[in-house]
């Protein structure tokens, strides 16, 4: 189960990624700035995956 969340995940995260960094060229946003848009968004994409996978794990038990 373990394996094929964290491929789900790993996934995600590089869709999540790619249109983030897609999203950041269009705007023409300076580095600071897009770092502090990466964070965020990768932040909020792990918050979203933990919780989902702990939603998983108990519907399961």
Request: proline share 0%; glycine share 0%; with cysteine.
């Amino acid at each position: 189960m373990i394996i094929f969340f964290l491929f789900y995940a790993l996934i995600i995260l590089f869709t999540f990624n790619t249109l983030t960094d897609k999203f950041c060229k269009k705007l023409e946003m300076n580095a600071a700035k897009e770092a502090k848009v990466f964070r965020f968004t990768n932040i909020m994409i792990l918050i979203l995956l933990v919780t989902s996978y702990v939603k998983v794990l108990n519907s399961m038990v």
